[in-house]
């Protein structure tokens, strides 16, 4: 079945920075990409998505770029603010449709 | 937010019996799927409901069941309840049967806990 890893498991930056978390996916029929933000005892909620016929979605300060060749996506934040602070989920779809998340990463942006 | 709601909240049982946890989907939405989130780990994909039947399983056993209801609201039902089984419980609405290539929307879940 698909498996998504996501890289690094934390990461800090100083407030107005830039941060970039990385996922990589293993079906290469997986055709649909969402990014889920949730913060502590709250749901996920779905922040931008990517379909695999595009290769990049720009969403204000949030972007996320696809590359079908290496299996691998990613979330672009710029300007970060405190309240960006949160566990970030990537996620895909397999052949069977289900949505496979990675473990999450959590970004933490210091003011 | 979104307008997917579970109930209840928060719920404890004892490790043997059963438990039914409910959700509404958001309106325009007749897709509900279920997700299993242990502490500090992603969402499990359980299992997905369209037009009231079963339109894709995860790997859970068969204690682990559903049904959808013709206004597509969704329960989920766990028989024999395990210690592990200590979880958030978390239902996504989405439109249409291949609900995976469409955007899911979470809904506040429910806190299970095992004794």
């Known amino acids: 079945g698909e498996n998504v890893e996501q890289h690094p498991s934390t990461l800090s930056v100083q407030e107005g920075d830039s941060a970039v978390i990385k996922c990589t996916y293993s079906?290469?029929?997986?055709?649909?990409f969402p990014w889920y933000k949730q913060e502590l005892g709250k749901r996920p909620q779905l922040i931008i998505d990517?379909?695999?016929?595009?290769g990049e979605k720009k969403d204000q300060r949030i972007a996320v770029t696809l590359n079908k060749t290496a299996k691998h996506f990613s979330l672009h934040i710029t300007e970060t603010q405190p309240e960006d602070s949160a566990v970030y989920f990537c996620a895909s779809t397999g052949a069977n449709s289900k949505l496979t998340f990675g473990k999450g990463i959590t970004l933490s942006v210091r003011p | 937010e979104t307008g997917v709601t579970q109930s209840p909240t928060h719920l404890i049982k004892t490790r043997g019996q059963q438990v039914t946890l409910r959700c509404s989907s958001q309106s325009g939405h007749n897709t509900v799927s279920w997700y299993q989130q242990a502490l500090g780990q992603g969402p499990q994909f359980i299992f997905q409901?369209?037009?009231?039947?079963?339109?894709g399983r995860g790997n859970f056993p068969p204690r682990f069941s559903g049904l959808q209801f013709p206004n597509y609201s969704s329960e989920l039902n766990v028989n024999a309840l395990e210690l592990d089984d200590s979880a958030l419980y978390l239902c996504a609405s989405s439109r249409g049967g291949l609900a995976g290539e469409r955007e899911q929307y979470f809904g506040p879940g429910t806190r299970l806990t095992v004794t």
């Open positions: 409901y369209y037009r009231e039947e079963e339109n």
């Open positions: 990517i379909r695999s016929n595009v």
């Open positions: 079906d290469s029929a997986s055709n649909y």
